[in-house]
């Protein structure tokens, strides 16, 4: 990578050889700079590609993807009747995270509106670090949480016959991806500028009417990337739903009852089916879907991104 | 996070095992959830007798221990059920040898309700009904039992990960070769995780082996069928095969135990090694 800013700023041969190395100095770090972030690419690429591949030979050899997707019957190693049936492990999934969010929105926004608007100096600090420990709680420790503590809290507060549920998993969730949605969303306020503020304060808006009426809208489209954020964080999280929602397939009519998700029937069967066999490319299929899933997420979360920049 | 530590465990010896010199052979051991405890007291006690072995021992679950028979990475394979002909098979093809049998130990599989549960004795119609996928019993009220501290007397069924040899065995002894479990019940993936969720819920029913049984939890007296007494698991029921729950415990070796193998089962049947079946809350293997 030549830099045409680079000139010589002493004449004669010596400072001409100095100039060659800088220019190769320069080529091949750039190399290396743009070797790594390809990496990434080829990265993520390699993953699909060799999740689909283990689980092809199923997809495109038998499986019925009417049962896969419309029965919630799951029975991978029946004796006598095997049945793939997704649509229950999809819906329990589905009511984790939408839970989670219904819980992790409200308080992520509200946290994030506090910092960036209300909150200065030394609290403004460390609520941020606080917050952003959160992030650092590894899942099985949540998942912990969720076994030990909130289980007989919530058969005592709820009065449930078991407290390991989609509640349960939920409020988990909600607490691991409340650190993306309030840093992204941190930002997003944050970068509304200064001129929006002071202007709805000349007209006479309150702190509170400025946050909900003119920041609140500005922001909205970082806002909503970081709440998508936010549910790709959930989908794919996987320990601490295992041992926390109860790993029961189980198509949820009340957010008390257990459920089981994708990632956690991975978790749970992959290490211990017989390498190659359907039962092993079945899970393979559903990782694939997972994967697929999570990228439109994070592809929306982009382009929602992007539409900010345009403006 | 038990799997975890053993890994680390295995770590461990094997670096430990290399900077004392490479003459100390390794015994790798791993499969069933139900037998890593006995497993691992047996290994421990073995180092006394024999320094210059050391087993590792991992758990994961009978079928993933079967496998790594099947690939020759283990020397011996803990099963808590029979191997299936296709995976003496698979073994055959893969390493050339038929995978051979050695029970070491008889377990019960004990019926686990919360300890206020007043159920006195349970049939395997009524577990048929709870468990079976054709089985309509949903409510304790169904069984004519009223569960004090049980929300809506609902019946929590808790199960385990359909892959462990415990699930198999007690599948196939409640519906038959060819039942299913009904879905919805609480799949966990270890013994004592079973034992300890009954242990705080009052709606639960769940089976593991006997040997999980603590002062907190109650297991169910079981009937035999034919219109015989309930019978209680007990050591004594275990090894009279009075108790109907009960199967044999297995450790798998590729070929005829060779070497050090062959001197570590031949060890197991000492009598220092069968007290320790009893400590771990099996019972031993009669003498013919």
């Known amino acids: 990578m030549t830099s045409p800013e680079i000139r010589p700023r002493r004449s004669g041969a010596r400072s001409e050889t100095m100039q060659h190395i800088e220019r190769w100095k320069e080529f091949v770090i750039g190399s290396v700079i743009r070797i790594c972030g390809f990496s990434a690419v080829v990265f993520v690429f390699g993953i699909f590609f060799f999740v689909f591949k283990e689980g092809a030979g199923l997809l495109f050899g038998g499986l019925d993807f009417v049962q896969f997707f419309t029965s919630p019957e799951w029975y991978p190693d029946s004796p006598s009747n095997i049945r793939y049936g997704i649509l229950a492990i999809m819906a329990g999934s589905f009511a984790v995270v939408v839970m989670a969010m219904i819980v992790a929105v409200p308080l992520g926004l509200g946290a994030a509106i506090y910092i960036s608007e209300f909150s200065s100096g030394m609290i403004k600090e460390f609520l941020k670090v606080i917050i952003e420990l959160f992030a650092a709680v590894p899942s099985v420790v949540w998942g912990f949480i969720g076994l030990v503590i909130m289980n007989p809290m919530i058969i005592n507060v709820f009065n449930a016959p078991v407290g390991l549920n989609a509640l349960n998993g939920a409020i988990l969730l909600a607490l691991m991806s409340l650190p993306i949605i309030v840093s992204i969303s941190e930002d997003a306020l944050k970068a509304v500028p200064d001129g929006y503020r002071e202007a709805a304060e000349a007209m006479g808006a309150t702190r509170l009417q400025i946050s909900i009426k003119v920041l609140l809208p500005a922001a909205k489209n970082g806002l909503l990337a970081a709440v998508l954020l936010g549910v790709g964080r959930a989908i794919g999280e996987t320990m601490a739903v295992l041992m926390a929602t109860g790993h029961a397939v189980n198509i949820p009519t009340s957010p008390l009852d257990s459920v089981r998700t994708m990632t956690a029937t991975i978790a749970a069967e992959l290490g211990e089916t017989a390498q190659g066999s359907d039962h092993y490319k079945v899970l393979f299929v559903i990782g694939t879907l997972l994967f697929l899933i999570t990228f439109i997420i994070n592809l929306t979360a982009d382009l929602v991104v992007k539409g900010i920049r345009k403006r | ?288």
């Open chain 2, 1 to 288: 996070m038990k799997k975890l530590l053993l890994l680390f465990i295995v770590f461990a010896i094997a670096i430990s095992g290399c900077t004392k010199g490479a003459e100390r052979k390794m015994i790798q051991n791993k499969g069933s959830d139900t037998i890593v405890n006995l497993a691992q007291a047996w290994a421990e006690e073995y180092r006394k007798v024999a320094p210059s072995v050391a087993i590792a021992v991992s758990g994961g679950g009978t079928g993933t221990g079967i496998a790594s028979l099947v690939n020759g990475t283990v020397d011996i394979a803990n099963a808590s059920r029979e191997i299936e002909e296709s995976e003496r098979e698979a073994a055959h093809k893969n390493t050339g040898k038929y995978p051979v049998e050695h029970i070491i130990a008889f377990d019960a599989l004990a019926v686990y309700v919360h300890k206020d549960n007043p159920i006195a004795s349970i049939s395997r119609e009524q577990l048929s009904c709870i468990y079976g996928e054709k089985g309509t019993c949903v409510k304790w009220s169904d069984l004519n039992i009223e569960v004090p501290g049980c929300s809506g007397q609902e019946i929590v069924r808790i199960s385990r990960q359909n892959n462990s040899g415990t699930y198999a065995f007690f599948r196939e002894w409640v519906l038959g070769k060819e039942g299913d479990f009904k879905l919805g019940s609480r799949d966990l993936s270890g013994s004592k995780d079973v034992v300890d969720l009954v242990e705080h819920t009052p709606c639960a029913i769940g089976y593991s082996g006997m040997g999980y049984k603590t002062e907190k939890v109650k297991t169910a007296c079981v009937e035999p069928g034919d219109g015989k007494p309930c019978v209680e698991p007990t050591m004594a029921t275990a090894i009279s095969r009075e108790y109907p729950i009960s199967r044999a415990l297995y450790m798998y070796t590729l070929g005829e135990a060779q070497g050090e193998v062959a001197k570590y089962l031949e060890w197991t049947k000492t009598e220092a090694a069968q007290k320790i079946i009893e400590a771990s809350g099996y019972a031993r293997v009669p003498k013919n």
